[in-house]
Each structure stands twice: as structure tokens, then as C-alpha cells.
């Protein structure tokens, strides 16, 4: 029988995640570690800045209206989910990254801006730039009730927040294997589990096709 999958991040992406799963032959199990909410914020004089960035297609997802202040300026995101959430809040020059944001800067960089703002959450990876970045919190994630973690499982692991939470409440690493959605994040997971490997890229396919190969291949 099949490993199941552990998907543990929040809603929405944790069913629109298990769907992908499941229309791929895999059983995939829902157990998110957070739940994101918007957060007010104060949207800085777009003429300040040079571009976009974004790390998590949340920021699109709850950023509201003032959003519309920036979708003249270029769009830098991680990722396909984050460009697409970006693209449906209305935003029209998108840059894809392919990797993380270190990955997001050196395309910056590429691209000689200057002054760049990372729409953002609470929580998050810092970002080293040599040029001037400006960060504004647009959403949070609260940490739910710790939930059932079942034994024997390949877990998808889509931040570094989630790899360290997720590292403090499992009680037997050695039956879980860990699918990483960047390098930064297999680092966070820490050691002791029993395979932990990173996606090819910031994306669901991508860490769901490794997923489906631990799936198969890890012995019982």
C-alpha cells in the first residue's frame, strides 16, 4: 500500500494541494499547521518603488484593495501559485522565480531595480538585497491547535515556519519522509526523518511528483 500524503499548509491551499494529489492516485491527508488572515496595512507611495516582490501567493490572496495602488509596476513572485493569485488580484507584469527568494533577488538585480516592496506576512524569509527593500506585512498566520499526525507518511512542507513547528510535534521523525519546497526549508526541517528531499522548484507539481516517487520507493 501507498505512503499517504500529509499536507500541512493552510486553507485554500491545503484542498486545492490534496486535489492535485488525489487526481494524481495518491491518498493524501489534510492537517494544516496554520491559518492565514488578512492584516491592515498602509500602502507606501507606489512612486518609490521600481517593482514588486512577492513570496507567497497569500500576499495577493489578502493583500485587498490597495493592491490596486501597485498594478502598474512589475511583479516579481515565487513561484507559479503565487504568480497566478497575482495575476486574479489584477496585476499584469509578471515575473516568475524559479527557485526562492534568493533566486527573486538575483533577478532583481538582473533587472536594475533599486527600490523594490515585498508584499508580505508576519512571517517569512529575510531578504538580502543590495538595493533597497521596503517590507509590508499584508497578512498573518496564527497557529492552529496542534492536530493528528499520523506515522508513515510523506509530508509536503511548504515553508520554513511549518518545517520547524511541524519538527517540534512529531513525536517518531523516522516514519515521516519530508518533501521541501526549497532548500531553506529542508535546512529548517532539521535532521532525523527518515528521507527528506526538495522539489526541482517552488511548485505543487514538482514537490507532489517527488512526493509520488518516496511514495513508491521508500522501503517499509
Avoid at 88 to 96: M, N
Wanted: charge should be negative; charged fraction near 20%.
Amino acid at each position: 500500500m501507498k505512503r499517504p500524503i500529509l499536507i500541512l499548509r493552510p486553507e485554500p491551499g491545503a484542498s486545492a494541494t490534496a486535489l492535485r494529489a488525489r487526481e494524481m492516485g495518491l491518498a493524501a491527508i489534510v492537517r494544516p499547521l496554520f491559518e492565514t488572515r488578512a492584516v491592515e496595512w498602509s500602502a507606501p507611495d507606489a512612486t518609490g518603488f521600481d517593482a514588486i516582490m512577492m513570496t507567497s501567493a497569500n500576499a495577493a490572496r489578502l493583500g485587498g484593495d490597495r493592491l490596486a495602488d501597485y498594478r502598474h509596476l512589475r511583479l516579481y513572485a515565487v513561484g507559479e501559485a503565487t504568480a497566478e493569485a497575482a495575476k486574479a488580484a489584477g496585476f499584469t507584469t509578471i515575473i516568475v522565480g524559479a527557485r526562492d527568494v534568493a533566486a527573486l533577488v538575483a533577478d532583481l538585480v538582473n533587472a536594475g531595480c533599486h527600490d523594490v516592496l515585498h508584499l508580505a506576512g508576519h512571517d517569512r524569509t529575510p531578504a538580502v538585497a543590495p538595493f533597497h527593500i521596503e517590507t509590508v506585512m499584508v497578512y498573518a498566520s496564527d497557529t492552529l491547535p496542534t492536530p493528528e499526525i499520523p506515522d508513515d507518511t510523506v509530508a509536503l512542507v511548504h515553508s520554513a515556519r511549518a518545517a520547524q513547528r511541524f519538527s517540534e510535534i512529531v513525536a517518531d521523525k523516522n516514519s515521516t519522509a519530508i518533501v521541501a519546497i526549497s532548500p531553506a526549508v529542508a535546512e529548517a526541517a532539521g535532521p532525523g526523518w527518515r528521507a527528506i528531499a526538495v522539489a526541482r522548484s517552488p511548485q505543487d507539481t514538482a514537490m507532489l511528483a517527488l512526493a509520488a516517487t518516496l511514495c513508491e520507493t521508500l522501503p517499509e
